[in-house]
């Protein structure tokens, strides 16, 4: 099932166009299914975690 949840993530998250503002985001988080929220929260944290691995931390891409 996580499997799933991950690939309708992608599938769903999969957009032509990036958001221009805060609003945006917020906007396309309230269309987001509980369960395709806690898997990007899952995602954020693997970046988080990688981040400070590799001695990145707070340091935007």
Same mark, same amino acid.
């Given at each position: 099932?996580?499997?799933?949840?991950?690939?309708?993530?992608?599938?769903?998250?999969?957009?032509?166009?990036?958001?221009?503002? +805060?609003?945006?985001?917020?906007?396309?988080?309230?269309?987001?299914? +509980?369960?395709?929220?806690?898997?990007?929260?899952?995602?954020?944290?693997?970046?988080?975690?990688?981040?400070?691995?590799?001695?990145?931390?707070?340091?935007?891409?």
């Amino acid at each position: 099932m996580k499997h799933n949840i991950k690939k309708t993530v992608k599938e769903k998250m999969n957009v032509a166009e990036e958001p221009d503002s +805060p609003e945006e985001i917020s906007e396309m988080l309230e269309k987001m299914s +509980p369960e395709m929220i806690e898997a990007l929260k899952e995602q954020l944290a693997a970046m988080e975690a990688a981040d400070e691995q590799a001695g990145n931390a707070g340091v935007p891409d």
